[in-house]
Structure formats: structure tokens, C-alpha cells
């Protein structure tokens, strides 16, 4: 590392929306030019439910990115009904990574989602046996609840008893936003651990009103208190190892982020490993982003480090306002802000 230049092993993306469709066809290259592997997140209409729906997914991501050398990590969405049989078929695939749990009503296209995570014991209890991890979007969807509130009560009352109930079950508490939350992994044992987005590293709730409604800052679980906020940057800080890099970066086009009902969801696969690297550097953490980037991840789930690098330069450049999504219009991250970090020419072209 000198002081206009960082080269990093090749990171992984351990939380990822790509879509399908024109519109896969659109993002994909984003997350591949920079990432060697990224988990793929199985929220799709209808959801990715099995192994053989699983494969027909993996071939379309492959051919979105074809040129680029990267490994999209599937993941399958975790139901009611999810049998033990399909957990052992997802062992033995050897190309599915874990299985995600959406709370019902949770986020985008989560009606098919987990309404009582106890009908899924006989599935957690095989995954377990198997050493398949479960991510969770750690919110409760109850009504009555504060929509602010809602990850620290489901550490209270769905995650605690969960890791009593099994307590060798591998864990990735995903996109977490509170200071309970980075407190819970903390203290727990080791096959638990986290993934941060930049959004939630970078931004607290005020950025969700400053100047009038902000809808492309609207993600879950939304934006918290700066409390919050701080909290995760001081773990970012402290280089802990059971916290690492995972965008949820979710696709939206504009029209329908900025609907009446807008999308919650921020995409961040533009420019990732750029914002990441401004972050760490703002907290004077430089020396702490490798290990989040590109080594915390690959460990926690029992694969090979990445064993290609990538650069980035100290240089400015302007995020672009819009970028094609299909046939509609995205806007990223951070749209039209200066970034102080870029990742070098020969990282953005294909194969």
C-alpha cells in the first residue's frame, strides 16, 4: 500500500441481489468485474426453493458474466415446508453455500418467506448436521412492533432461542444495523458471525429525510440512530473476524423507487470495493479492509481465500446519476457524488 495506491486480494461479496432477467443481465457485470465470488441471494418471483431451481439460476448468472472470472455462490430460500431431503440434496451440490431465512413480509418478495421459524426445525436441525449456514434477515414482521425495533427484538425473540435450540448451527446475521446486533455476534460463539453493508456504515436515519424524502436511501432494515451507526464502525475499527463484506446490494428501477410505494432497497454493486475502501479510510482503518474484504468471509465459510488481487487508485471521479437496468433506468449508490477511491482499468474489463 503506498499512499495513491491499494492492492488488496480479490474480495467476495458474502450478500447479493442480482435479479434475473434483463435485468440480472444488467448488474451482474458490476459484481464481477471487482468480486471473485458473491453469495447470491434466492429472493427471486417465485423463489429459488430448490436445487434443480438453484442450477437453472446458477446458468443464467454465468451467462450474464461470461468473460469475467467470478463464481456466483447460490443459496436457497428457506420455507416452511423446506424438507430435511432438501437440505442433504444442497449438502451434496456441493455449489449451494447456505440457506436464507426472510421472516414473512420481511422485504422484496418475502410472502413466501418463514412464518414461524419453528416449523423449520427439521431442516435447521439437518443443516446443522451438515454444516450448511442459515442467513438471516434478522427482523420480526409483527405490526405492532416499532419498524426501528425490529431487529433487536428479533435477537429477543426468534435469534437467541434459535442458537439454544442449535448451537452448532452456522449463522451469518445479514446486513446488521444496530449496536444489539453487532453486540450479539460479538459474544457469540464462533459459528456465528456478520455481514455490514456500506449504506448502514455510511449513512444513519436522518439521510432518509434530508431535503425531502430521500427513496433511494430507503432499504431494510432501514437506516438507524447514528448510535447505531457508530457502533458499526467501531467494529469495522477493530478488525474483528467474524464481520465482513456483504452489500445487499438490491436492484430497483427508478420509476419504481420513486412511486408513491417506493422499493426498499439501495444498489451498491457500482462502485462497492470503492465506497468500502472510502469508508475504512475515513475511519483511518485502511490496514482493516483486506481482512474484511477478502478474508473474514472465505474462512467463516470454509473456502480458499481468493488467489488473485485487485488495485485501487487515489483518484476522483464522479458516481453517474442513472445506469441502464434492462429497459428502465437504476440509480446507484451515492448518485452524482465524488468518490476518492477507483478500482484500476485492468479490474473493470472483461476477459
Known amino acids: 500500500m503506498t499512499k495513491n495506491q491499494l492492492t488488496i486480494t480479490r474480495p467476495d461479496d458474502w450478500h447479493l441481489h442480482l435479479r434475473d432477467g434483463e435485468a440480472l443481465t444488467s448488474v451482474a457485470p458490476f459484481t464481477a468485474r471487482q468480486f471473485g465470488r458473491a453469495i447470491i441471494m434466492p429472493n427471486l418471483n417465485p423463489p429459488v426453493t430448490t436445487v434443480i431451481q438453484a442450477v437453472e439460476y446458477l446458468d443464467e448468472i454465468l451467462a450474464a458474466v461470461d468473460g469475467y472470472d467470478f463464481e456466483p455462490l447460490m443459496t436457497l430460500y428457506l420455507t416452511d415446508n423446506t424438507s430435511p431431503d432438501e437440505i442433504i440434496a444442497a449438502r451434496k451440490s456441493c455449489f449451494i453455500k447456505g440457506l436464507k431465512l426472510y421472516p414473512a413480509g420481511a422485504t422484496t418478495n418475502s410472502d413466501a418467506g418463514v412464518t414461524d421459524i419453528r416449523l423449520c426445525d427439521a431442516a435447521l436441525d439437518e443443516m446443522q448436521k451438515a454444516g450448511l449456514p442459515l442467513l438471516i434477515h434478522g427482523e420480526v414482521t409483527t405490526p405492532e412492533v416499532d419498524v426501528f425495533d425490529r431487529e433487536k427484538v428479533f435477537i429477543d425473540k426468534i435469534l437467541e432461542p434459535l442458537t439454544h435450540r442449535f448451537p452448532d448451527l452456522k449463522i451469518v446475521f445479514e446486513h446488521i444495523t444496530t449496536k444489539e446486533a453487532a453486540d450479539f455476534v460479538i459474544q457469540s460463539g464462533k459459528n456465528i458471525a456478520a455481514t455490514i453493508t456500506p449504506q448502514h456504515l455510511l449513512l444513519n436515519r436522518n439521510a432518509l429525510f434530508q431535503g425531502g424524502l430521500q427513496p433511494h436511501n430507503y432499504c431494510l432494515p432501514v437506516l438507524k440512530r447514528d448510535i447505531h451507526q457508530q457502533a458499526l464502525l467501531k467494529v469495522i475499527r477493530s478488525g474483528n473476524n467474524k464481520f465482513f463484506l456483504g452489500t445487499d446490494s438490491a436492484p430497483h428501477s ?98
Open 254 to 351: 427508478k420509476h419504481k423507487k420513486e412511486s408513491a410505494c417506493g422499493c426498499a432497497g439501495i444498489f451498491s454493486a457500482h462502485a462497492a470495493i470503492e465506497i468500502y475502501t472510502s469508508i475504512f479510510e475515513q475511519q483511518d482503518a485502511l490496514d482493516k479492509l483486506e481482512a474484511f474484504a477478502s478474508f473474514n468471509g472465505p474462512d467463516f465459510y470454509g473456502l480458499p481465500r481468493n488467489s488473485t488481487s485487485i488495485t485501487l487508485h487515489k483518484t476522483n471521479w464522479q458516481i453517474p446519476d442513472d445506469y441502464p437496468l434492462g429497459n428502465d433506468k437504476l440509480v446507484p449508490f451515492l448518485a452524482g457524488t465524488t468518490l476518492n477511491w477507483e478500482l484500476a482499468d485492468a479490474d473493470k474489463t472483461p476477459l
